[in-house]
């Protein structure tokens, strides 16, 4: 016979059953909660960067850097090849325009030019010999005229008086018509003498000058030899200083090779590289500022090289009104190159939040200083110190501008002391 066995109570009631699977509920709640929803962060105040947001004058600018050089350099280049020969003197000197630099020797040049002074002096002998012998001719021609002139006179004289004679029948016709044909001889023999001799003029005008022409080349061609000839003589071609000479005694330089430049001392200039991005908004009239010894100078471009090499692009700039004293050439410069005209703007100091949020964001700080939310901005242009506020955020605004990357996912602060 079977025995009932009675049934034990179980060791947990079931309210407590229920209790437990609703805390296990809950607590799974809340973590889904915190790991998706708005997060809080506590932080020391200490560490952080707070800067406040205010209204007043701003200018977009950037900064380069900027190098000293001479206003002008002059370059040497060879103008013809050759030998050196003498060297005046060293890299550095200081010349005065016309100072003799170094001699290059070049013989083929040199016998070249021999050869073209005895052109040009056979030439002015065979033209000399040409002259002489057209004013021989002018004068054979004129004596000749002369003798026709004289032949035709007496003719006519002859013939006027047999006119005379033979109406007083003192000749007979035949003397008269003898006479009379010889006057006619006479007169056509002085009208072709005439014309020969006009011919003979505009002739001899004629060769003369080709010879003329002709020797004025060939004189100029001596002058342009005479000058390469010159040319192996480098001089300064301004006062100034003479650096990177590259020269040295025995050396031989080809036509049109550089051997270094004269820098003009009378003033300098600052050539700037500045990075492609900005080439559409560079252009000659700028200004720019930088600081020396202490003193504030300013800079205007005058010149814009649009050739971009390596992503940089360069500009020439010149002092406005004065030059720092002790400045020299190869000196580097931190200038602020102006992009804009001054303005008045909502002005927000720069700082490392910049790398995290693009401008699109950043933590402002409540009215009591103890917390700070995420906030959405709209930032414009910006200079060494400021960004331009476009929205957001108002004068007075208080907010971090340290870095993010610890809490960039971060919606809400809480600062500590």
């Known amino acids: 016979m079977d025995i009932p066995l009675e049934r034990k109570s179980s060791k947990f009631p079931f309210w407590l059953k229920i209790t437990v699977s609703v805390l296990v509920v809950v607590l799974i709640i809340f973590v889904l909660t915190s790991s998706g929803g708005d997060r809080t962060l506590t932080i020391e105040k200490e560490r952080l960067t707070l800067a406040e947001v205010s209204h ?41 325009k016309g100072d003799p630099i170094l001699r290059l020797s070049n013989t083929d040049l040199e ?14 002998t065979q033209m000399q010999i040409s002259q002489n012998a057209a004013r021989q001719n002018s004068i054979s021609r004129l004596n000749q005229m002369t003798d026709v002139e004289n032949a035709y006179i007496e003719a006519e004289r002859i013939y006027n008086l ?29 009208v072709l003498t005439e014309a020969i001799l006009k011919e003979d003029s505009l002739a001899n005008k004629h060769v003369q000058q080709q010879e003329k022409s002709s020797y004025e080349r060939t004189r100029k061609a001596l002058e ?67 600081t020396f010894s202490g003193i504030p100078y300013e800079l205007v471009i005058k010149k814009v090289y649009a050739q971009v090499t390596n992503g940089r ?73 400021y960004f331009e506020v476009l929205s957001g955020l108002q004068p007075g605004d208080r907010v971090i501008t340290s870095g993010y990357d610890r809490y960039k996912n971060i919606e809400e602060l809480t600062l500590i002391h």
């Open 56 to 96: 007043g004058s701003f200018q977009e600018n950037i900064a380069v850097s900027g190098l000293v050089m001479p206003i002008s350099s002059i370059y040497l280049d060879a103008l013809e090849g050759g030998r050196v020969e003498e060297k005046y003197v060293e890299d550095g000197a200081v010349l005065k």
């Open 111 to 124: 016998l070249s030019l021999i050869n073209q002074e005895t052109a040009v002096y056979n030439l002015l």
């Open 162 to 190: 047999n006119k005379s004679l033979f109406k007083k029948g003192v000749i007979a016709r035949q003397d008269l018509i003898q006479s009379e044909n010889n006057f006619n001889y006479q007169k056509e023999r002085k």
């Open 224 to 290: 342009l030899m005479r000058k390469k000839v010159n040319d192996l003589l480098v001089i300064a071609p301004v006062d100034g200083q003479l650096t990177a000479l590259d020269a040295e005694i025995g050396e031989t330089k080809t036509k049109g090779e550089r051997l270094g430049q004269i820098d003009v001392l009378s003033g300098y200039k600052v050539r700037a590289e500045i990075d492609e991005h900005y080439i559409t908004r560079i252009m000659p009239g700028q200004t720019g500022r930088f």
């Open 313 to 385: 692009f360069q500009v020439d700039m010149n002092f406005v009104d004065s030059i720092p004293e002790n400045i020299k050439r190869g000196q580097s410069l931190q200038v602020k190159l102006a992009l804009s005209a001054e303005k008045e703007a909502l002005r927000l100091p720069k700082g490392a939040f910049y790398q995290s949020t693009g401008g699109s964001w950043i933590f402002k700080l409540s009215e009591d200083g103890n917390s700070a939310y995420r906030t959405t901005i709209n930032l414009g242009s910006q200079n060494g110190e």
